[in-house]
């Protein structure tokens, strides 16, 4: 799964839509584009909706 991360960071127009994602869920869930980062990396994907569950889980533990 961190092969598909490395080969998006590889191409620039894949890794500026990754950070365009990264900074709209940040906004939506009020939390730090640092902390939607650290789930993209630890669940292999940066898929919406599977970031997004991981954020709701989070937010559920607090």
């Known amino acids: 799964m961190q092969s598909k991360t ?5 191409d620039p127009s ?7 994602e ?4 940040s906004k939506r869930h009020r939390v730090s584009p640092a902390i939607v980062r650290e789930i ?10 599977a970031v ?9 533990r607090r």
Do not use: F
């Open 40 to 49: 993209i990396r630890r669940i292999g994907t940066s898929e919406r909706s």
């Open 14 to 20: 894949v890794a500026a839509q990754v950070e365009e």
């Open 6 to 10: 490395k080969t998006e960071a590889a």
């Open 52 to 60: 997004e569950r991981e954020i709701r889980k989070g937010m559920a």
């Open 22 to 25: 990264v900074a709209y869920l």
